[in-house]
């Protein structure tokens, strides 16, 4: 079975730039979280949802949102973007719960220049 | 937001040393997580813990749960070089909405 896919790989915007990031789950998995990790740092939770439902949300400015498709695929995007946006962005899957075992992407790297 | 704290931040040891490193959390979390990291790749998961006391093992890893329910631990055994890369641990309690993820352990494995 597939792992959970993110697409593109890399990415180089300017600032101000609009940015849509995909993920896949694990065949199977309802539950999607995205996180954002900033080089040295571990991953910081940005949104959890499960079964097309938002429930969970960290400490990120609105220009940030997501959502969630009939078949568990998610988009997060972000707007106007800024400099500080630049980070490997991951992408989580689990089976039901939030608080199920998370099994991470590749994630997508983004260059806000 | 919840603060886990891991140590060491960095390791650099000889290859066929044993390795520990733990995580200590400001709450009591009913979920541990250990991941390991390689440069620009997603997080794999190493090990999940459920359960206090519980001690799991992976090949020539073994994690515990606290019996705190506050702190991890993980330790590798006679360590290779393709155990190089950071090591993160991550929690969560039952009704909380994410995982909170360490600072990271950075491992360096000398041949």
């Known amino acids: 079975d597939a792992g959970v896919t993110q697409s593109p790989t890399h990415l180089i915007k300017t600032r101000g730039q609009h940015v849509t990031l995909r993920c896949s789950p694990i065949?199977?998995?309802?539950?999607v979280s995205w996180y954002q990790q900033v080089l040295g740092q571990g991953p910081q939770f940005i949104f959890q949802?499960?079964?097309?439902?938002?429930?969970g949300r960290g400490n990120f400015p609105d220009r940030f949102s997501a959502r969630q498709f009939p078949n568990y695929s998610s988009e997060l995007n972000v707007n106007a973007l800024l400099l500080g946006d630049s980070a490997l962005y991951l992408c989580?899957?689990?089976?039901?719960?939030?608080?199920?075992?998370?099994?991470f992407g590749p994630g997508t790297r983004l260059t806000v220049l | 937001g919840q603060q886990l704290n891991q140590s060491p931040q960095s390791m650099f040891i000889q290859e066929g040393e044993d390795v520990s490193m733990n995580c200590t959390s400001s709450?009591?979390?009913?979920?541990w997580l250990w991941y390991k990291q390689d440069p620009g790749e997603g997080p794999v998961l190493l090990i999940a813990?459920?359960?206090?006391?519980e001690l799991t093992s992976n090949g020539r890893l073994t994690a515990q749960f606290g019996i705190t329910r506050k702190d991890s631990f993980l330790n590798i055994s006679a360590s290779i070089p393709s155990d190089v890369g950071i090591y993160f641990c991550?929690?969560?309690?039952?009704?909380?909405?994410?995982?909170?993820f360490g600072t990271g352990t950075s491992l360096t494995v000398i041949p």
């Open positions: 813990l459920y359960k206090a006391g």
């Open positions: 065949s199977g998995h309802k539950s």
């Open positions: 709450s009591i979390f009913n979920t």
């Open positions: 991550a929690g969560t309690f039952d009704t909380g909405n994410q995982f909170y």
């Open positions: 989580a899957s689990s089976w039901r719960r939030v608080t199920d075992t998370q099994y």
């Open positions: 949802y499960y079964e097309k439902e938002e429930r």
